[in-house]
């Protein structure tokens, strides 16, 4: 029987990438893939991408269990909220309960000494798992390239972003494809931690990168810590949880978060194929700038 696969958090940039990855492998039989849905729209998403849904959500952990019942691996993406620790806590104990066999986390890229809260948090997450008994891997990406592009407003070319030195990124395509080779495979790496960075540029090189590309000016907008905060908390964060990312970005313009701009071969290495480089990036995506 092929193995079965349950996707937590779906939804966002490495969610659908993710469901792309997996939908040949659930439509030959290879694996039997669910998505945990939580609304209408969502279930929708998942049947257009040839996938099965589940009723599933986060804040419901009493509905965890069943959701789980014969799944072998779980792929655990948790929101960008405090609540994500419990969630996480929750998302484990269940599927020790209905005796899932491997758990796939997707955290995020730090120093294991971290003292900044908003990477230190995944790290509990993934310290939960590994002494759950349940068999383990960790991705750990840094900065998504996906979302430079949501920072810019494509009227003027300027890319509203706080940070002001050179970090390290990777495609959300990348993740998906890690974590797909990961899913068809848990038991190849079990016990892994992949570190997830393939270029490092600084947002200033990224927008000459967009003006070579398109042909129009592009530049840099510092956005002010007080605008950022109000972002944020419009887009639902908790005051605490805004703060400890604005607290992270101020602490990486200050070098206060050295490992910032490391980069790694883990694409290459577990898929096969060279990560996307940001030139790549940019120009698959030229029709849309």
């Given amino acids: 029987m092929a193995q079965s696969v ?37 279930r929708e998403r998942v049947a257009q991408a ?12 009493q509905g965890f269990d069943a959701a789980l019942a014969d799944i072998d691996t779980v792929f655990l993406l948790r929101p960008y909220t405090l609540k994500q620790m419990m969630m996480g806590k929750q998302v484990i104990d269940a599927a020790r309960r209905v005796r899932v066999r491997a758990i796939v986390t997707l955290g995020a890229y730090g120093r294991p000494d971290t003292p900044w809260p908003i990477i230190g948090w995944n790290f509990l997450v993934e310290a939960y798992a590994e002494r759950s008994g349940l068999a383990w891997t960790h991705l750990r990406p840094n900065y998504f390239m996906d979302n430079v592009l949501q920072q810019r407003d494509p009227q003027t070319g300027v890319i509203y972003n706080r940070i002001e030195r050179p970090v390290s990124w990777i495609a959300s395509e990348d993740i998906a494809a890690v974590a797909a080779a990961v899913l068809r495979a848990p038991q190849a790496h079990v016990g892994q931690a992949y570190n997830l960075a393939a270029e490092a540029a600084s947002v200033t090189e990224i927008a000459a990168l967009l003006t070579n590309l398109t042909g129009r000016p592009h530049s840099v907008g510092r956005t002010p810590m007080e605008v950022m905060m109000d972002r944020l908390l419009k887009q639902g964060r908790e005051p605490e949880y805004a703060r400890a990312l604005v607290d992270y970005v101020d602490a990486v313009n200050e070098g206060g978060a050295p490992e910032i701009a490391d980069t790694f071969d883990t694409v290459e290495r577990v898929t096969g194929r060279p990560a996307t480089s940001w030139e790549g990036f940019l120009r698959r995506r030229v029709d849309e700038l």
Avoid at 10 to 25: F, I, Q, S, W, Y
Avoid at 50 to 61: E, K, P, Q, R, V
């Fill in 6 to 42: 349950f996707l937590i958090g779906a939804t966002g940039h490495v969610g659908k990438a993710l469901m792309a990855e997996l939908a040949p492998d659930h439509a030959a039989g290879s694996l039997r893939v669910t998505v945990g849905a939580r609304s209408p729209a969502a």
């Fill in 50 to 61: 040839g996938l099965a849904a589940a009723d599933f959500d986060l804040d419901d952990w």
